[in-house]
């Protein structure tokens, strides 16, 4: 069924045809919409499932392992300061390889106090062992939503699934959303089946500790695991294609980069805006591209470096930064060009900080600033501040 | 029947683990599951039975068991107990059950646990109390009482220990009515397996404050773990009550108190203490008395 709604609603109905046991969840704007549709679905009889009403974003995410520690499919979903707040949450439920699937609503960090979304809080936290997606658009948010618990819950990967949706940009935002019915979601997402549960019959000791000697086994385990979700996200990706008609491209999507010269990379909504302005610049006869990174985690360094593999330069288009260095996702994107053996001029454009708005213009300031780095003009920091510095 | 140390089960869900020897929060999670039984599942957070249960690939949980975030013990047993009754799969007789020390409880787990009891959810939460963070070398939590010295409230010139009360617990956990509330100590067995058997069997969330003497962070010899639970409520400076349906009920009112100085005397985290100030702490002793009698209603004496 075709409808007109938010990406939180859109999200939520993604939830509900996922059907998980157990929903804990604390409220923090502007993640709110998706926890109160889901309260009315569960109040309606829409979804059966156990609603926790916890105290904190802390009390969500370690009741949500609990929970999933009884082989229940589980959701949960914050933002911001509330991830953070999480943190130490989020390594437990990776390393306990507890499938959670979690919805952030991407926002900035205080201080200074602010609702408005950008990418910090997540990125921040992209070595706490969680797959990382960031989707562009409220179709993408409710098809990430199903595929999450497909992904996370599949036995040769076993770990949660954090879904990124910019802050009101998307969460707030209608869009026509195509909403499966229950049946066809059923018949894509099985049932959560995993030997890493509680077992009356075989008791257990879940989430112990381990020493020097056998600690690294188990980090071993969670990288090899984790690289190893690639493929099955092409499974998935594959399967759900053929179920609902839609197909993603996998981890990354390359728009146009086959034969340009300068390519701007970038994660979430944004990139709808980036990919018009390449098609003006296209028709401009500039030969310029989009790579929109869907996964930071697993990190697509091979596909990354393959879609860059002809430009003369490269810019990052981030809502983050890691103070005293650069971008994080610029950081990434540079480790998958050094691994591959060559690194072309780089740019890092910081913008969208706490909901501040990245124009048409400035994308094609951007692109106009990667033609003048491929020319070869040398720029002393590669760190640059959309709309300028203070 | 009701259980008591002659008729408790032979069956061990926890040993194998590396608690030093008198450890008095082993006793706590040894005993308790005897009643319980193995379909309990417990989950421990950060703190010394975790510390000594959990150590891969010697684990001695013989219960499904997990360890929790420090903070999240009532929070861990709340998705547990919702996990097992969303699929159906609860056994009959399953107590969701936590372990938690009293600075994961007290201190950093307080937000979690009233969090569960707002909730009401159908868990049974022990505070296993020995007096301080014991497993990272006794330090002072707000369950330490006035005048014991720890490595970060040491005895010295200008103080003599910790200069701070113990948290009610008790109190707190029943001002949010919580069906089932109580307070215990491993020197008085049949009580504590008596109060386990009662949480056991009533739905909703339940929490025993179980007294845990430890050898190594008071300073006595472990042969005297025991002695030493049995002695701080035979001096008042801990006591046994009950709060259940509204009411609380004081399980054991010695009438005279044992002397306040020898029990003090017998642990060497109190070497500092002067005489001046014993006499302060039996005065704060009797006022908390004076307290409990007039909430509780004296089961015996």
Redesign the interface.
């Known amino acids: 069924m075709r409808r007109f709604i938010s990406g939180n609603d859109a999200f939520a109905e993604g939830v509900r045809l996922a059907r998980p ?2 929903i ?1 969840a604390y409220p923090i704007t502007p993640q709110t919409t998706v926890v109160e549709a889901l309260s009315s679905m569960v109040e309606d009889g829409r979804l059966q ?2 609603y ?5 974003e ?3 995410l ?11 499919r ?1 959701f949960t979903a914050t933002s911001s300061q509330g991830l953070l707040y999480m943190a ?2 989020l390594t ?1 439920v990776a390393g ?1 390889r507890f499938p959670v699937v979690m919805m952030n609503a991407n926002r900035a960090l205080a201080l200074p106090w602010n609702i408005y979304g950008d990418q910090r809080d997540s990125l921040a936290l992209l070595d706490h062992g969680w797959i990382q997606l960031y989707v562009q658009d409220n179709q993408e948010a409710l098809d990430a939503a199903l595929m999450a618990f497909a992904i996370a819950e599949d036995s040769r990967v076993s770990l949660p699934f954090m879904v990124n949706l910019d802050g009101f940009a998307l969460t707030h935002t209608y869009e026509p959303v195509d909403v499966p019915d229950q049946a066809a979601a059923d018949e894509f997402l099985p049932p959560y089946v995993t030997a890493n549960k ?3 019959d075989h ?9 020097p000697e ?1 600690n690294r086994y188990y980090a071993h385990a969670h990288h090899r695991d984790m690289v190893a979700a690639e493929s099955v996200i092409d499974e998935v990706e594959e399967r759900f294609a053929a179920r609902f008609g839609r197909r993603y491209p996998g981890l990354v999507e390359a728009y146009r980069c086959d034969d340009a010269e300068t390519v701007l990379v970038t994660l979430g909504s944004i990139a709808g805006l980036v990919r018009d302005v390449v098609d003006e610049l296209r028709a401009e006869g500039r030969p310029v591209g989009l790579l929109r990174i869907r996964y930071m985690r697993p990190f697509p360094a091979a596909a990354i470096a393959e879609a860059l593999r002809g430009a003369s330069a490269v810019g990052v288009l981030e809502k983050d930064i890691s103070y005293g260095a650069e971008g994080t996702v610029f950081t990434n994107v540079l480790s998958a060009l050094a691994r591959r053996g060559s690194v072309p001029p780089v740019r890092d454009f910081i913008g969208g900080l706490g909901g501040d708005d990245i124009t048409r213009e400035q994308i094609r300031d951007a692109f106009a600033e990667l033609e003048r780095a491929a020319a070869g003009e040398q720029y002393v920091d590669p760190v640059m501040f959309l709309g300028g510095a203070a | 029947m009701s259980v008591n140390a002659r008729t408790m089960s032979d069956d061990e869900l926890f040993y194998g683990h590396k608690a030093c020897p008198g450890c008095g929060g082993a006793l706590v999670v040894r005993q308790a599951l005897k009643v319980l039984g193995k379909d309990a599942v417990a989950a421990l957070p950060a703190g010394c039975m975790s510390a000594t249960g959990f150590n891969f690939p010697q684990l001695a949980f013989a219960n499904n068991a997990m360890i929790t975030p420090f903070a999240a013990t009532a929070s861990v047993l709340s998705g547990i107990e919702a996990g097992l009754r969303a699929q159906g799969i609860k056994p009959d007789g399953c107590t969701v059950v936590g372990f938690a020390g009293d600075g994961g409880t007290a201190d950093i787990g307080l937000q979690a646990l009233s969090g569960a009891i707002d909730r009401n959810d159908d868990v049974l939460y022990f505070c296993y109390d020995n007096e301080a963070y014991m497993n990272t070398g006794i330090q002072r939590s707000s369950e330490t009482p006035f005048g014991a010295s720890t490595t970060t409230t040491p005895a010295g010139p200008s103080h003599p220990g910790c200069v701070t009360g113990k948290k009610d617990l008790f109190a707190m956990v029943a001002a949010q009515g919580i069906p089932y509330a109580a307070t215990a100590s491993i020197g008085y067995p049949n009580d504590l397996l008596k109060k386990v058997e009662k949480a056991r069997d009533i739905r909703g969330t339940r929490f025993i404050h179980v007294m845990a003497p430890c050898p190594v962070g008071w300073g006595f010899p472990s042969s005297d773990t025991i002695a030493l639970g049995k002695g701080i409520v035979d001096c008042g400076l801990w006591y046994l009550a009950e709060y259940e349906d509204g009411r609380f009920t004081l399980n054991r009112d010695p009438g005279r108190f044992a002397s306040v100085a020898d029990h003090l005397r017998s642990q060497s985290r109190y070497r500092a203490l002067t005489d001046a100030d014993i006499v302060t702490i039996e005065a704060h002793r009797d006022q908390v008395w004076q307290r409990l009698r007039q909430r509780c209603s004296c089961e015996s004496s």
């Open positions: 046991h157990v804990s499932a156990e926790l009403h916890v105290e904190s802390h009390s969500a370690s009741a949500a392992m609990g929970a999933s520690a009884t082989g229940a589980t130490e949450c437990y306990g509680f077992d009356f008791p257990v000791s879940l989430g112990y500790s381990a020493g056998f």
